[in-house]
């Protein structure tokens, strides 16, 4: 079965380091997002994306975020200035159409 | 966000009988719903679904449960199986169209003992 792939699996960066978090979406999937949780506490919406633009973002996607797509396969989230409190495990996530997410395994990011 | 309410952190039946999962929702604007598994060191995994026409949907051994006037919905594993221990989450958006956003409830670990 296709999956959504990230990468890496584990990142560490010091507080104010730029991160870009990579993730290939299943191939023949229109719609991307990110989501993340920061430990003990829920899954939070971030971003979606099609058609290479943003879709709908959240209140914690500030400026600070940025998602792309630079290629026919990859789909990055940018952190500009990490913050102890951007420390999370940060889902991946596509679909097609109207069908369900897609998730990825998923990047833990550790701001120190 | 309360929006999505799951007040079980954890559930423990034996292997063979039933499950039920619970999750409650304040947004009256939500319109789809979702259950996810999810096991340690993986993404959350699609389980069923259910949209705000219906009151039950079945899928094997997962059934999803609506109440609309309560607000509420419900997923039972039937047989529940060992392999069915992972964390469920449930989640509502307002439309089932692609690209808008998941709410997500906090999630209940289930432990099936065989």
């Known amino acids: 079965e296709p999956e959504v792939t990230q990468t890496p699996s584990h990142q560490v960066t010091q507080m104010g380091q730029e991160v870009i978090l990579r993730c290939v979406p299943i191939s023949n999937h229109l719609y991307f997002y990110w989501y993340r949780q920061i430990l003990g506490q829920k899954v939070e919406f971030l971003v979606s994306?099609?058609?290479?633009?943003?879709?709908?973002k959240s209140e914690i996607f500030d400026d600070q975020f940025s998602v792309e797509r630079p290629d026919g396969s990859n789909f990055t989230l940018k952190i500009r200035s990490t913050k102890l409190e951007d420390s999370a495990m940060y889902f991946c996530?596509?679909?097609?159409?109207?069908?369900?997410?897609?998730f990825g395994n998923g990047t833990r990011l550790t701001v120190t | 966000d309360q929006q999505v309410k799951q007040n079980s952190p954890s559930l423990s039946v034996q292997e063979g009988r039933i499950s039920i999962l619970n999750c409650d929702y304040t947004?009256?604007?939500?319109?789809?719903f979702l259950w996810y598994k999810k096991y340690p060191a993986e993404g959350p995994t699609f389980l069923i679904s259910?949209?705000?026409?219906?009151d039950k949907n079945e899928d094997g051994r997962f059934t999803v449960f609506l109440n609309k006037s309560a607000k509420h919905l419900s997923l039972h594993i039937v047989p529940s199986q060992p392999g069915d221990s992972a964390v469920y989450f449930c989640?509502?958006?307002?439309?089932?169209?692609?690209?808008?956003?998941?709410?997500f409830g906090e999630g209940t670990q289930l432990t099936v003992n065989p």
């Open positions: 994306f099609y058609n290479n633009e943003i879709s709908e």
């Open positions: 259910i949209s705000s026409i219906k």
């Open positions: 996530a596509s679909s097609e159409g109207n069908s369900p997410l897609h």
């Open positions: 947004n009256s604007m939500f319109d789809y």
């Open positions: 989640a509502a958006s307002e439309t089932e169209t692609s690209g808008s956003r998941l709410t």
